[in-house]
């Protein structure tokens, strides 16, 4: 598709208040989602703004300038910028804010559709994830903001694009995965195919699995009573996960890795996976707390932990 970008004329009409949005008829909501996109696999740099290294911010301020919209640097001055959204009105394009420090905004991200949205993170760069993931990022929501608007027509076909293309589930694992994994290796009685989530059908492959870890409290949904089976899982989540599902208990002395502050959620059970030796982490010091699961590394967690048994 021949993209329509902003043209040099309009550049000087794109600086945003707080109160301000421009209409930016010359460019699409997949010009956004392309543009995003063409980064994807960039490795996050802190402070960086090229393509050797992006951080969240200079990522933002990157996909805008190339749609002929100026934004200031960082997350916090970002946010100060166009007009607040619910999160129930997200479109793409719009801004989304979080709060990762523990001391207000922190970190910024786009909104892709479909409750997608991409941005840098530490340890993976340039990806996808879930706005409304319920183990990091939807706790840490502050808020939306619009600076500029962009035409909508081919919005479902995007929505459809991203859906397909954010993750490869052959080398990722889904959260459906998990659930089907652990409930062979905990020989789980997956008959009843009836779960509580809205997203999961009967009828769907993995139900059985999915109704199995959840009625024994392993795994767990969302608060809007989803549990996003096509979801990816970090390295984080799936230590809380590993943990309820085989009993696993502290063994010795706590250890700790260098990539997550003293204070985050997952450290305790990290820590837990460590001193059972189920994990050593990533060789350099760090577990990749925030890194995408691969399936490889969930068949040997699950081997691992089944042998403690």
């Known amino acids: 598709m021949k993209k329509k970008w902003l043209l040099p004329i309009f550049a000087s009409f794109m600086l945003f208040t707080t109160t301000q949005i421009d209409k930016a008829e010359a460019a699409t909501t997949s010009d956004v989602t392309d543009t995003a996109s063409k980064y994807l696999g960039i490795p996050y740099l802190y402070g960086g703004t090229t393509t050797k290294g992006l951080d969240c911010s200079g990522y933002t301020s990157k996909v805008f300038a190339d749609l002929g919209i100026e934004l200031s640097r960082t997350s916090g001055s970002q946010y100060q910028e166009g007009t607040a959204v619910a999160k129930k009105d997200l479109e793409v394009g719009d801004l989304l804010f979080f709060n990762t420090s523990g001391k207000g905004v922190s970190h910024v991200a786009i909104y892709m559709g479909d409750g ?137 002395d706590v250890v700790t890795f260098t990539d997550a502050p003293a204070n985050h959620w997952a450290n305790e059970f ?40």
């Open 116 to 252: 997608k949205m991409i941005h840098s993170q530490t340890g993976q760069g340039v990806s996808y994830s879930n706005v409304n993931d319920p183990y990091y990022w939807g706790s840490r929501y502050i808020g939306a903001k619009r600076v500029a608007t962009f035409d909508s027509e081919q919005a479902e076909a995007v929505k459809e694009e991203v859906k397909e293309a954010a993750i490869d589930f052959t080398v990722y694992a889904s959260r459906a995965e998990v659930a089907e994994q652990i409930a062979k290796a905990l020989n789980l009685d997956t008959s009843d195919k009836n779960t509580k989530f809205t997203d999961v059908k009967p009828t769907y492959e993995h139900a059985g699995a999915i109704a199995a870890v959840s009625k024994l409290g392993i795994f767990d949904g969302d608060g809007s009573g989803k549990f996003n089976p096509s979801s990816p899982i970090t390295r984080a989540q799936i230590s809380k996960v590993l943990v309820h599902a085989f009993g696993l208990k502290q063994q010795g």
């Open 270 to 309: 990290v820590s837990i996976l460590a001193s059972n030796g189920i994990t050593e982490g990533k060789g350099n010091g760090n577990f990749g707390y925030d890194e995408m699961l691969k399936i490889s590394q969930l068949q040997t967690f699950i081997e691992r932990a089944h042998k403690l048994q």
